[in-house]
């Protein structure tokens, strides 16, 4: 079983939609959580930083953090056609800067 | 003003080849990272450096060595490369260990 598990897509949607992002995984250590979005051919970006469970949300964004089901997830609303893009999840403990990342959800959102 | 760069952009080389890969930071960050992306999109670390001591060093080949001239500096040589090589490489930094990392653009690194 990989240790950081996400759905690579694609996803397709049309302008405006409800999107859901998840990842799930293994060790019940990790207690950062982040999501990075990566356009074609560029570097990921940090979107959302998050410690332990919980919500977070930033403008269109909302990150939340299930640690009893290991689970977390990016919500984006109101989707829009920039944000077509793959989204990676990352985590790391809490005294190790060794991130692990998921394989990334590719998404692509219609006009 | 970009943040983390590297250069050069693609690297396109044959087999056996020795290459370098530079990063540069102008954040202050006091950890870089180099990372590979493979064809399927994954990112994995392969070294970190902080204040120009290696913190991390995953089971990657021998002929991969990070050097740091100075804090700002993260560059990746490769010794006798190989046709698995291929991939895009990221640097990356952060201000502290055990913080957010910033990426830099990649190299896309293709040996023939």
């Known amino acids: 079983q990989k240790e950081v598990e996400q759905d690579p897509g694609p996803l397709s949607v049309p302008e405006g939609a409800i999107v859901s992002l998840n990842c799930t995984y293994s060790n019940s250590a990790f207690q950062y959580f982040m999501w990075y979005r990566q356009y074609s051919r560029k570097g990921p970006e940090l979107l959302m930083y998050?410690?332990?469970?919980g919500n977070k949300e930033d403008g269109r964004f909302t990150a939340q953090v299930d640690k009893s089901s290991k689970y977390i997830s990016l919500f984006i609303r109101d989707s829009q056609p920039s944000d077509s893009a793959t989204y990676l999840c990352?985590?790391?403990?809490?005294?190790?800067?060794?991130?692990?990342f998921g394989a990334g959800t590719r998404l692509t959102v219609k006009p | 003003d970009t943040a983390v760069s590297q250069t050069p952009k693609y690297l396109v080389t044959q087999m056996g080849n020795d290459k370098s890969i530079k990063c540069e930071q102008n954040l202050g960050h006091d950890t870089m990272y180099w990372y590979k992306q493979d064809s399927k999109k994954f990112l994995k670390i392969m070294f970190s450096?902080?204040?120009?001591?290696?913190?991390i060093n995953e089971t990657v080949p021998n002929r991969f060595s990070p050097k740091s001239p100075d804090k700002a500096h993260l560059n990746l040589h490769i010794n006798s490369l190989e046709l698995g090589d291929s991939a895009v490489y990221f640097c990356?930094?952060?201000?502290?260990?055990?913080?957010?990392?910033?990426f830099g653009p990649g190299t896309r690194l293709l040996v023939l």
């Open positions: 990356a930094s952060s201000p502290q260990q055990q913080e957010t990392q910033y």
């Open positions: 450096y902080n204040n120009k001591e290696l913190i």
């Open positions: 990352a985590m790391r403990l809490y005294n190790n800067n060794d991130m692990r």
């Open positions: 998050t410690y332990s469970s």
